[in-house]
């Protein structure tokens, strides 16, 4: 599946087919993280793909959900979240909370909360406290912008997203 363009202006806002976008995006392999929240009736987690850094100074990140994401609705009212960056050993946490708000947080050994009350998970390669900025839609997704509070350094071993899995980074 591939498509080509003979120049900037040949592809326009939806002339480029879902499929193709994904198709490509596919190919890039990313980190994963899972964004953890407290709402009113739980803890609630979602696994990214799509974390990335903004600014260094100051330290802001930005990161999409589902429009239609429970957890979406957990983060718009409180405004705090914790990101994990997933170890290359967490797969079955990246495959949980990959739907869309698994509120598998509570009960789980792997989890403890801070200081904020925010979910923190055992063995992560790093985390990030957030307060969200601000949200934006986009489509079919939203777009989180968040200043970093607080940050810790885990492992050293990121668990990777590409082709619709997961995999370890290589050492």
Known sequence: MCFSCSSASDVRSGDVKAAHVQSIFRRAATSTWV???L?????????????VSVSTTPA???FNLPADSAALAVLRE???AAAHL????????????RRSGSSAIDGNDD????????????GACARLVLSIRDFFDAGESVVALADVRDGAIGSSRPLLHHRGGFIAALA
Request: glycine share 14%; proline share 4%.
């Open 35 to 37: 964004i953890a929240g």
């Open 39 to 51: 709402g009113e009736h739980g803890p609630i987690g979602l696994t990214v793909t799509s974390l």
């Open 60 to 62: 802001i990140v930005s």
């Open 78 to 80: 409180h405004r705090w």
């Open 86 to 97: 997933l170890d290359a050993s967490q797969g079955a946490v990246a495959a949980e909370f």
């Open 111 to 122: 989890w403890r909360y801070d200081d904020r009350g925010l979910p923190n998970l055992n």
